[in-house]
T-cell receptor, first 114, second 114 residues
Framework: NAGVTQTPKFRILKIGQSMTLQCTQDMNHNYMYWYRQDPGMGLKLIYY???????DKGEVPNGYNVSRSTTEDFPLRLELAAPSQTSVYFCASTSTREGSNEQFFGPGTRLTVL | AQSVTQLDSQVPVFEEAPVELRCNYSSSVSVYLFWYVQYPNQGLQLLLK??????LVESINGFEAEFNKSQTSFHLRKPSVHISDTAEYFC????????????FGKGTLLTVNP
């Protein structure tokens, strides 16, 4: 299993540009999450999904959108990039069938908005 | 609502010394507790978890944590650290429920010096 994969690893955007961060998991996990990590702030939940076709907002959803058309994929969309969105983004997944709550994380995407 | 407080943002220690990274949580319901480790420029990896049963949990690389319900703590300890333990450590709490969301602390940077 590759686990959770994210692309791209790095990206520089100009203010106002848009982009999609890709996330794929091959563990047949039903729950998926997007976090952002800022220095000294830990991880903040942006959006999550409990299954294909179902998404919900986390703690910091403004400026982002998500979709979940398949079990495997959970892309995160930035429509109008702002400097405040400069961060490291992590995708994670878990299987509620196992009951352990353990989340498996991808390697992250480092985004800079200039 | 649940929250996590990691009491130290940075902990410098010398190699082979013992270390304790402190974590306190607040939650109105039963919780699952986790410690994740993040090595430089990598994603988060699960170090250990408490779900139920024995309050002392151990990892494969010598770390242990004890769940203390009365003090709402889940401190991480290691009797003798190595240079390779240098990393950022995150404590997280989940109440399970319908979304299995994790709430993270702000992290503790452990630096092991020779």
């Amino acid at each position: 299993n590759a686990g959770v994969t994210q692309t791209p690893k790095f990206r520089i955007l100009k203010i106002g540009q848009s982009m999609t961060l890709q996330c794929t998991q091959d563990m047949n996990h039903n729950y998926m999450y997007w976090y952002r990590q800022d220095p000294g702030m830990g991880l903040k939940l942006i959006y999550y999904s409990v299954g294909a076709g179902i998404t919900d907002k986390g703690e910091v959803p403004n400026g982002y959108n998500v979709s979940r058309s398949t079990t495997e994929d959970f892309p995160l969309r930035l429509e109008l990039a702002a400097p405040s969105q400069t961060s490291v983004y992590f995708c994670a997944s878990t299987s509620t069938r196992e009951g352990s709550n353990e989340q498996f994380f991808g390697p992250g995407t480092r985004l800079t908005v200039l | 609502a649940q929250s996590v407080t990691q009491l130290d943002s940075q902990v410098p220690v010398f190699e082979e010394a013992p270390v304790e990274l402190r974590c306190n949580y607040s939650s109105s319901v039963s919780v699952y507790l986790f410690w994740y480790v993040q090595y430089p420029n990598q994603g988060l990896q699960l170090l250990l978890k408490y779900l139920s049963g024995s309050t002392l949990v151990e990892s494969i690389n010598g770390f242990e944590a004890e769940f203390n319900k009365s003090q709402t703590s889940f401190h991480l300890r290691k009797p003798s650290v190595h240079i390779s333990d240098t990393a950022e450590y995150f404590c997280a709490v989940s109440s399970g429920g319908s979304n299995y969301k994790l709430t993270f602390g702000k992290g503790t940077l452990l630096t092991v010096n020779p």
